[in-house]
């Protein structure tokens, strides 16, 4: 059973340092170990180094992806692109574009004081994207 929800979205920067050049595919995004934020939304945010949640996304388009960047090691083994823009998952696993191809601004990443080593781990796996200060 569907649900609908009205939610007002700014228009943030995004994540692309060169936006008319770039290629995404459509994916769907998981849920779980998504946290709630204050509104009670769970936002995976644009700039999330993602990768398939069991096995590789790109050889099977119904895979869901998550969040492969793991600041502890700083690697981000099995990741496959970046998310595009923000996902909300506060009902379930929900639709969203994975960059696959294209220039990303490193400082736009997610991962706050960990924006370098995401990009230098996600460089090192994603040889079509490109990372630029």
């Given at each position: 059973?569907?649900?609908?929800?009205e939610t007002e979205y700014g228009s943030g920067k995004g994540?692309?340092?060169?936006?008319?050049?770039?290629?995404?595919?459509?994916?769907?995004?998981?849920d779980d170990g998504i946290?709630?934020?204050?509104?009670?939304?769970k936002i995976v945010?644009?700039?999330?180094?993602?990768?398939?949640?069991?096995?590789?996304?790109?050889d099977n388009l119904g895979e869901p992806v998550v969040d492969k960047f793991v600041a502890a090691d700083a690697s981000a083994e099995g990741?496959?692109?970046?998310?595009?823009?923000?996902v909300d998952v506060t009902h379930?696993?929900?639709?969203?574009?994975?960059?696959?191809?294209?220039?990303?601004?490193?400082d736009?990443?997610?991962?706050?004081?960990d924006n370098a080593d995401a990009a230098e781990a996600a460089?090192?796996?994603l040889p079509m994207i490109k990372f630029i200060k």
């Open positions: 059973m569907s649900k609908f929800v994540i692309l340092k060169f936006p008319d050049h770039y290629v995404a595919l459509a994916v769907m995004v998981d946290q709630a934020n204050e509104d009670g939304k945010p644009k700039g999330t180094v993602v990768g398939g949640k069991t096995k590789a996304v790109l990741a496959e692109g970046v998310l595009l823009n923000d379930g696993a929900k639709e969203g574009a994975m960059l696959i191809h294209g220039f990303v601004a490193v736009k990443l997610p991962y706050g004081d460089a090192e796996v």
